[in-house]
């Protein structure tokens, strides 16, 4: 990471590598806007005889509504015992399908701001979309089990993709901050057996075609990672090799998936060096990415809270994108 830290620090002086200046904002959807053109939600169980690398829970799986402001909806899924996706199936499926990891430091999976009130801007554009609500690493759970959750989903999506009317070759996933560890070990880690086949879905790959990351977590070094989801997943004192093997920039290869990154150059809380290192390990692997740093933003903004600025205009840029590289029809 030596030669990465001077490209970080370069970055943060010049403003000549903003990739993105003053454009048209795009207002942010609201919460209420977005479940009244959510209908006909179907929900499906990951695991028919429970996941693997569970143990007894000290305490239920629960809703936790942050918010307090009733127009606005801002939960979080807590103690995740039976993972699930959520599929918000477009009025007409274009065959593209989109896993979506969501945020929440491994200690929760949020519900709305990167799953719900983004889910339309992409089934608008006949995306199906699938949200993942993963296991979370420590206290009962394997620290793979996010991992785990999400090589199932792939693999469940890409089964019974004929049932959903998609192409089981056009299947990506969009992770948010640390669900963009996820998506990123999901990438980087699509052949790791992390758990034992349970039937003919895992006979399939779990690599997605494309990746999609939001202000990801991306690294273990302690100089550059956010500290609370390092935590949660590998522990206070881990060896440099747990370190290393859950780094996802140092896991990229020339097999890993084509990339779309966004981030904040202002977050304070997951430090755009994340992802930087990524871009630069997908780079030098010689797979294609497009990279985008936006001035403003700060952490989690999503579309709720980029109102106003150019960082609102990432669904269509990722779409867009999509387009460029064939995931679209």
Not at 37 to 51: F, R
Not at 213 to 232: C, K, N, W
Not at 293 to 298: H, K, M, N, T, Y
Request: charged share 20%; no cysteine.
């Amino acid at each position: 990471m030596q030669g990465f830290a001077g490209l970080y620090r370069r970055l943060v002086r010049s403003t000549a590598l903003m990739l993105v200046g003053a454009a048209t904002a795009l207002a942010a959807l609201s919460a209420t806007a977005s479940a009244a053109s959510l209908e006909n939600l179907q929900e499906l169980t990951l695991w028919p005889k429970g996941p693997p690398g569970s143990a007894s829970f000290p305490m239920p799986q629960q809703v936790l509504e942050r918010s307090k402001d009733p127009a606005i909806k801002d939960r979080a899924l807590l103690a995740i015992t039976q993972p699930s996706l959520l599929v918000y199936r477009p009025a007409k499926p274009n065959g593209t399908a989109l896993l979506v990891t969501p945020g929440g430091a491994y200690q929760r999976v949020v519900l709305d701001k990167e799953a719900d009130e983004i889910a339309p801007r992409f089934t608008d554009a006949g995306v199906t979309v699938f949200r993942l609500a993963y296991r979370l690493p420590g206290k009962a759970q394997a620290t793979d089990a996010p991992l785990m959750d999400a090589q199932r989903a792939l693999r469940l999506i890409r089964a019974n993709a004929a049932d959903w009317g998609l192409d089981p070759a056009r299947i990506g996933v969009l992770g948010f901050s640390a669900g963009g560890h996820v998506a990123s070990q999901l990438a980087t880690g699509y052949e790791r057996k992390v758990y034992e086949p349970v039937d003919a879905a895992d006979q399939l790959s779990a690599r997605p075609d494309f990746l999609a990351l939001g202000y990801p977590v991306i690294t273990m070094d302690e100089r550059f990672t956010h500290a609370i989801s390092r935590q949660e997943l590998i522990g206070d004192t881990p060896s440099p090799e747990t370190i290393a093997a859950y780094s996802t920039e140092r896991q990229v290869t020339a097999a890993t998936p084509q990339a779309f990154i966004f981030h904040a150059n202002d977050d304070a809380d997951v430090p755009v060096a994340n992802s930087l290192a990524f871009y630069d390990a997908l780079r030098k692997a010689g797979v294609p990415a497009e990279l985008h740093i936006f001035r403003q933003g700060g952490h989690g903004f999503s579309l709720r809270f980029a109102a106003g600025l150019p960082a609102a205009q990432w669904p269509d840029l990722l779409l867009a994108w999509m387009n460029s590289i064939k995931m679209l029809p």
